[in-house]
């Protein structure tokens, strides 16, 4: 199995990496890549993200053909495909960070800034939380309610469909943490920074 991780100049992503490669073993080939032939012959894809929504989407564009090649492996061919982060974001149509910027469209949304209630709750939101799982979630399996995860963000996903939504955080409200539509999965907080229960949600990936 090939599990390729897109490489496309978003931020350091070695931890991601390294907990793909150490929970892959030498079972799974993991590749770290922006070669879209590899992505489109890959079994599965992780994308990270780091830095601002406008960002990531920028270095994404500015890739030619990137974008096509993650819309043919997700929505047309229905590979499973992992965002983390602001990769998790970038599947809503609109992000409002820094400016008004066009999503890739996945899962109808927009992505705002979270509201801190004037002051009370810090943002970026850093640190562990508590995630409560509210549905069954291929990716959460064998993972225990109000385990704590890894988080790093200031905006928040505001899925149009509440369906979609696996796991939410408890800041200033009911943060979407997790989401799952068919073969498209998303963690905002990040599981390769999130000890073992974040290693067992990658092999859950992995392992699909």
Do not use: R
């Not at 931890?15 to 799974?28: G, L, P, R, T």
């Not at 992505?39 to 990531?56: A, E, H, N, R, Y």
């Not at 002051?119 to 939101?125: E, M, N, S």
């Not at 905006?155 to 796991?167: G, H, Q, T, W």
């Amino acid at each position: 199995m090939n599990v390729t991780i897109v490489d496309y100049n978003s931020g350091n992503i070695s931890s991601v990496v390294n907990s793909f490669k150490e929970v892959a073993k030498d079972k799974v080939n993991i590749e770290i890549t922006s070669d879209l032939n590899k992505i489109k012959s890959s079994d599965k894809v992780v994308l990270p993200g780091q830095g601002s929504f406008k960002s990531c989407i920028d270095a994404l564009n500015n890739i030619s053909g990137l974008v096509d090649t993650l819309c043919e492996f997700a929505i047309n061919n229905k590979k499973p495909l992992l965002g983390i982060c602001v990769g998790l974001q970038m599947f809503a149509d609109v992000g409002y960070e820094e400016t008004e910027t066009k999503g890739l469209g996945w899962i109808s949304g927009k992505v705002s800034k979270i509201d801190n209630q004037n002051g009370k709750y810090k943002l970026p939101h850093i640190g562990w939380n508590e995630i409560s799982i509210v549905k069954d979630s291929k990716i959460l399996k064998d993972i225990e309610n109000n385990s704590h995860m890894y988080f790093v963000h200031s905006y928040e996903f505001l899925p149009e469909d509440k369906n979609v939504i696996s796991a939410t955080t408890d800041y200033s409200s009911n943060i979407v943490c997790s989401v799952e539509k068919e073969n498209i999965f998303g963690t905002q907080f990040h599981p390769e920074k999130s000890d073992k229960i974040g290693l067992k949600i990658i092999d859950n990936f992995i392992s699909l």
